[in-house]
C-alpha cells in the first residue's frame, strides 16, 4: 500500500472549518483514502473514504487533488468534541490488501474554545 | 446493533499468565481483525479473519499469541504466557465485504492489558 504523510499536528477553532492535509504521492491506481480519527482512550472510528472523486457525508468532505496525490478531510464545523488523532491511509479495495489497514502517526487535531 | 463489543475492558495480570480477550463482532460482519495499540508502536494488525477463517496473521508477534473464531459472532484472542512487554490496548474491529467495504472498519472500545 502507499504510504502517506501527515503534519504532526494542527490547531483549529471551535466553529471554524479544520481542513487536515494528507500526502500519498505514490498513490496507485486502483487505491482509495480512507480516514479514521481516534478519539482519547476510544477504538478508532470511520470518517470517510474515496477513489478520485469528493465525497461527502455527516461526519466530512473529503477533497481528492486530481493527480490523487493528495487529498484534504474537511470538517466543516469543527466543536471541541473533534479533537483527536486523524489518520490518513491508502489501501487497495480487493487482492491481498483486502481488508487491512496500516496506520500511520496521524494528525493530532487540537479544537480550542 | 450495539456495535462491536470487547471484554475485559481492562485486565492486569502478572509475567507468566495466560490472558484471553474475547470480541463480538458486528452481526452480518464477515471480516474480523486483531489490532494492537502502544506508544511506541501505534496501532498494528496482528491478524484477521474472513468468514472465521484466518487469512494474515503475519502480524502476530510470536507463538505466545493466538486468535480462533470459532463462529460467526465470537473471536480470542490470546497470550500465553504474557510478558511485561505485551502491555497495550488491544482493539478488535470487524467490516463486511461488499464493495469498498472491507476497509470500513467498525472497532470495539478495546481491552486495556498490563502485564505485571
Known amino acids: 500500500d502507499a504510504k502517506t504523510t501527515q503534519p504532526t499536528s494542527m490547531d483549529c477553532a471551535e466553529g471554524r472549518a479544520a481542513n487536515l492535509p494528507c500526502n500519498h504521492s505514490?498513490?496507485?491506481?486502483?487505491?482509495?483514502v480512507y480516514w479514521y480519527r481516534q478519539i482519547h482512550s476510544q477504538g478508532p472510528q470511520y470518517i470517510i473514504h474515496?477513489?478520485?472523486n469528493n465525497e461527502t457525508n455527516e461526519m466530512a468532505s473529503l477533497i481528492i487533488t486530481e493527480d490523487r496525490k493528495s487529498s484534504t478531510l474537511i470538517l466543516p464545523h469543527a466543536t471541541l468534541r473533534d479533537t483527536a488523532v486523524y489518520y490518513c491511509?491508502?489501501?487497495?479495495?480487493?487482492?491481498?490488501?483486502?481488508?487491512?489497514?496500516?496506520f500511520g502517526q496521524g494528525t493530532i487535531l487540537t479544537v480550542h474554545p | 446493533d450495539a456495535g462491536v463489543i470487547q471484554s475485559p475492558r481492562h485486565e492486569v495480570t502478572e509475567m507468566g499468565q495466560e490472558v484471553t480477550l474475547r470480541c463480538k463482532p458486528i452481526?452480518?460482519?464477515?471480516?474480523l481483525f486483531w489490532y494492537r495499540q502502544t506508544m511506541m508502536r501505534g496501532l498494528e494488525l496482528l491478524i484477521y479473519?474472513?468468514?472465521?477463517?484466518?487469512?494474515?496473521d503475519s502480524g502476530m508477534p510470536e507463538d505466545r499469541f493466538s486468535a480462533k473464531m470459532p463462529n460467526a459472532s465470537f473471536s480470542t484472542l490470546k497470550i500465553q504466557p504474557s510478558e511485561p512487554r505485551d502491555s497495550a490496548v488491544y482493539f478488535c474491529?470487524?467490516?463486511?465485504?461488499?464493495?469498498?467495504?472491507?476497509?470500513?472498519?467498525?472497532f470495539g472500545a478495546g481491552s486495556r492489558l498490563t502485564v505485571l
Open positions: 474491529a470487524s467490516s463486511q465485504a461488499e464493495g469498498t467495504g472491507a476497509n470500513v472498519l467498525t
Open positions: 505514490t498513490i496507485s491506481g486502483n487505491e482509495y
Open positions: 474515496g477513489l478520485k
Open positions: 491511509i491508502v489501501s487497495n479495495a480487493g487482492g491481498t490488501s483486502y481488508g487491512k489497514l496500516t
Open positions: 452481526s452480518g460482519h464477515d471480516y
Open positions: 479473519f474472513n468468514n472465521n477463517v484466518p487469512i494474515d
